[in-house]
Structure formats: C-alpha cells, structure tokens
C-alpha cells in the first residue's frame, strides 16, 4: 500500500489526469497514515483490535465529515462500521471516536475509502495465512470494493486539474488521512489489552 515518491512537478501536470495528481499530491499523509499503521502491518496479527479500533474510529469520522448525497461509499462505509462493531464486541474491546473534520468533498472520501479497501484485501490475505476462519474478523469480508473503486477512478479523470475543485479534493482527502493517523494515536490500552 506504500506508494514510491514521484517528482512534484509531476502533481500540476494536467497531461496525467487528476486521479495521478490526487495520488502525487496526498503522497506525503498517505505515507504518514501507512507509518501510523506500521504496527500492525509490519506484525501481523499482533494488535489486530487496535487495528480494528483505529478503523472504526477513522470510518466513523469520515462518514460524518461528509453528508453529501453523492458520497458513493456511504453505504459500504455503514457497512465496515457495522461489521468493525460486531468485530470490537466480540474481542470484548472498543474505540476511542476523533472528531470530523468535515464537511469533506465527497469524491476525497471516496478516494481513501475505495482506496483503503483494496490494501485491505492485501491484508486480509495475509492474515488468512495466520488466523482459522473462525479468528478472521468480519471487516476482511466486506463486499468487493473493485467495481465502486474503478467508477470513481473515472469520475476522478472528469476533473480538471486545474480547477478550484480539484484543489478542495486534495486537501479534503488530506485532512481524510489525518483522520486515519488521529484514530490510530487515540486508541487506548483498552483495545490493546484485548489485542
């Protein structure tokens, strides 16, 4: 899920298309909420219900960054809140919330949403390798993200570069990531003991 530094001229070319400028210009939190995340990924399974707390509470403040009708992850979104609460219960854990920081442009949200549920995918079959069936938690089973991802791959690429809006997207979906990176310093040694 890591992404390779590009050259920052690269983020004001209009000849690559908005979805690559998004990608070069949130390079820097992305790869900061990546860090933030580090202690999971780097140690799988060791602090999954941290990890799942740190998500429940990022979902929870995107979601409610945003109240736009047009956010296409609103649904899948309900979805992981319901599936991470189900995953917390039965750990006997729970999640410290971070405040939104909305109201975020909805196609910013989407992007770290869809985004995030492909890297998902790269985890969940890592830990099919180290958890039975029985210990995988039901946020690795979410529907495919895929179909919804390459819609919004297109809606991306109708913005032009340029535009007022395209800069709203960029920091909006950099705020979006810091919210990741607060949900993961917040939670408290509850989940931790639990983990």
Do not use: N
Not at 126 to 144: G, N
């Amino acid at each position: 899920m890591t992404q390779h530094a590009a050259p920052i001229d690269a983020a004001a070319d209009p000849a690559q298309g908005f979805r690559h400028q998004l990608r070069v210009s949130t390079q820097v939190q992305h790869q900061r909420t990546e860090t933030a995340f580090a202690a999971f990924t780097e140690a799988m399974p060791g602090r999954l219900t941290w990890f799942l707390a740190a998500q429940r509470a990022g979902l929870a403040a995107l979601l409610e960054s945003c109240d736009a009708p047009d956010l296409a992850s609103r649904h899948m979104i309900a979805d992981l809140l319901r599936r991470l609460d189900a995953d917390l219960a039965g750990r006997g854990a729970r999640h410290e919330g971070v405040a939104p920081a909305g109201p975020l442009d909805p196609l910013a949200v989407d992007y770290i949403v869809l985004g995030s549920r492909l890297g998902t995918e790269v985890m969940r079959r890592a830990l099919a390798q180290r958890l039975s069936p029985q210990e995988m938690p039901t946020y690795f089973a979410a529907p495919d993200a895929r179909p919804l991802w390459k819609a919004h791959c297109a809606e991306l690429e109708e913005i032009w570069p340029d535009s007022d809006r395209a800069g709203q997207i960029i920091a909006d979906a950099e705020l979006g990531f810091e919210l990741f990176q607060l949900a993961a310093g917040v939670q408290d040694t509850v989940a931790e003991r639990a983990a």
